[in-house]
């Protein structure tokens, strides 16, 4: 997730799984500039040793692009090079990328064939259901996707114009699974150890990607997990320290996770929302 599932982030989620070693993505990073390797890409696509097999995922709309950081991300070491179409954000799916890609399929196909011939490693593909309800196309997307050697698919079942709100389409995702010649992972609202048993034997998918829930509950993987938010929001501190963020960075960071996972405590929750600065922030979790 962008703005989330950085390094310090996972490190804190691997810490917190209890030996339980949850698959990681990376943010997706952008294929949008003549150069790839960007500072920021470079950053975005460190990962821990303990993560591998990683896989980095990249979004753009340009398939002589995304082929060339496909490739650059093979040689950074990603076991597998995921094709991001299902981010709604106007200034990436108005681009035509991300879930912009589902109202050019012809362009899905052309980039998928171009970075599929550019890597040695598995391509894999993340989309939506379609833009919007009247342009479901995920039956056509996964035809695409199996026609031009994509051994992965993740289907977020809602559609662009959905966003975030209401619920995922399971029914849709488990028809797609049912079709399928590729593993199908199912996304969409899982939070719960009893959703993802529900998704694997119901639903039909392979697996499922976790996505908002951790934030919520980052002891999500670890079900004898002794949960200490204190400990968890101290830790994430360090981990971002160690990382070299600066402290302002590090705040709104630490913001995002405790506007989850102290939404049950909303006094406490407001009070630190509306801190100035790190330390004062940190003020209110140090014994
Ligand atoms: C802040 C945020 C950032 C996200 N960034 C990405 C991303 O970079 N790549 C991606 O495939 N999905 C991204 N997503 C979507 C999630 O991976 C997931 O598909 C979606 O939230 C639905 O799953 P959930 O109900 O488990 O959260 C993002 C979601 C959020 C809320």
Known sequence: MSGVTDLPFRRLIRELSGG?????????????SSVFLTPANLRAARFDKEE?????????????????AALQAQELGAAFVELNAGCPAPKVSNKGSGAGL????P?????????????????????RLGWDENSICINE???????????????????????????ANWDIIGEVAAKAKIPVIGN???????????????YGVKGVAIGRAVLRNPWIFNPSAKI???????????????????????????????ARLCSDVPDFRLKILRCQNHDEFLDNFTP
């Open 107 to 127: 362009n899905l196909a052309k980039i998928l064939q171009a970075m599929k011939a550019n890597i040695k490693v598995p391509l894999f593909l993340k989309c």
């Open 20 to 32: 339980c070693a949850p698959f990681f993505v990376s943010e997706f990073l952008s294929a949008g």
């Open 141 to 167: 997307v996964l035809e695409i996707a199996e026609g031009e050697g994509v051994e992965q698919l993740t289907v977020h079942g809602r559609t662009k114009t959905q966003g975030y709100k209401g619920l």
């Open 188 to 202: 969409g609202d899982i939070n719960s150890m009893e959703k993802v048993l529900n998704a694997i034997e119901n």
């Open 228 to 258: 200490d938010v204190r400990g968890a929001v101290l830790r994430f501190n360090e981990l971002m320290m160690q990382d070299g963020f600066r402290p302002m960075q590090a705040l709104g960071r630490l913001k995002q996770l405790c």
């Open 102 to 105: 589902l109202r050019d399929l």
């Open 52 to 68: 591998e097999p990683f896989c980095i995922q990249l979004f753009g709309h340009n398939a002589d692009k995304l082929a060339n």
